[in-house]
């Protein structure tokens, strides 16, 4: 069976920037699933599967455009401190929930933190960079209703739900309640 809309794809990955290092990997985990055309992958991937068939191995190379994106300068914001309700020092790396400028919700980066001011970045991580999948395709099936209902819930997160315009109920990042990786 060739892979198409609505059929349940599940694989084994490996990813890698585009200088070769290792930043992912499905072997040893479980594997990935997900279903075809429900846009749950980024789009760059999801284009490489089409039309392959269990059993496949290759290695396709996805230009940010195609992947997380293009790195965007306007979500590079630099923050009051007052502005962060909690007891908690905050640190570089930390991640937060924020109101996206359409009322949706992002997750944002902490990357500076001065005396008076917290720099965060609304970018994915991956934005930016070309990435490299290895990837196994171990198989190709129908996906039962309940699937097919589940992953219409997030379309077009692709990993972050500013991703998909903010409409994502909770947190795409870790995966969201519906069905976001």
Do not use: W
Request: charged letters at 25%; one cysteine or more.
């Amino acid at each position: 069976m060739k892979i198409s809309e609505d059929l349940v794809v599940k694989l084994n990955y490996t990813l890698f920037d585009s200088e070769g290092t290792q930043l992912d990997t499905s072997i040893g985990k479980s594997a990935f699933e997900y279903v075809h055309g429900h846009k749950m992958i980024i789009p760059g991937l999801e284009k490489a599967l089409e039309g392959r068939e269990t059993g496949e191995k290759f290695r396709v190379e996805i230009p940010s455009v195609d992947a997380y994106g293009s790195y965007d300068d306007r979500l590079l914001i630099e923050v009051e401190k007052s502005q962060f309700d909690t007891d908690v020092p905050i640190e570089v790396g930390m991640a937060f929930q924020a109101s996206s400028p359409n009322g949706g919700a992002m997750i944002v980066h902490v990357v500076k933190v001065t005396e008076n001011t917290i720099t965060v970045d609304g970018n994915h991580e991956l934005a930016g960079k070309d990435l490299v999948f290895d990837v196994e395709i171990l198989e190709v099936r129908e996906a039962t209703e309940e699937e097919l209902n589940f992953s219409s819930g997030c379309s077009g997160c692709g990993g972050n739900c500013s991703g998909c315009g903010d409409d994502c109920s909770g947190s795409c990042e870790g995966g969201c309640s519906n069905g976001c990786k």
